[in-house]
């Protein structure tokens, strides 16, 4: 099991950046799969990024690819996402989550850190 906790999150202007972490507890972290979703109001929550294992395969949504990048520090039990240029769109509570190699399921989720970007 893994219980995750996302930070920094914030107001930003259009065209800034924030970079978004999130720490994860327990021994296994390296065999998680981790992944990085937003909700926006009124809206379903979506896939933005994630990234593999061992950190060599990432994936992203076409409406950020190019501007935001997911990371891991699996010594250090930590995922990021750098989020640059951004737009008032991309205003929406950030959710960090993990899922397990063999299954498509993300089966942990963080809290949620909100991001805001004003126009």
């Known amino acids: 099991q893994v219980q995750l906790v996302e930070s920094g999150g914030g107001l930003v202007q259009a065209g800034g950046s924030l970079r978004l972490s999130c720490a994860a507890s327990?021994?296994?972290?390296?065999?998680?799969?981790m992944g990085w979703f937003r909700q926006a109001p009124g809206k379903e929550r979506e896939f933005v990024a994630s990234i593999s294992t061992s950190g060599s395969v990432t994936n992203y949504a076409d409406s950020v690819k190019g501007r935001f990048t997911i990371s891991r520090d699996n010594a250090k039990n930590m995922v990021y996402l750098q989020m640059d240029s951004l737009k008032p769109e991309d205003t929406a509570v950030y959710y960090c989550?993990?899922?397990?190699?063999?299954?498509?399921?993300?089966?942990?989720w963080g809290q949620g850190t909100q991001v805001t970007v004003s126009s």
């Open positions: 327990g021994r296994t972290f390296s065999t998680y799969v």
């Open positions: 989550a993990a899922r397990l190699l063999f299954l498509s399921v993300y089966s942990y």
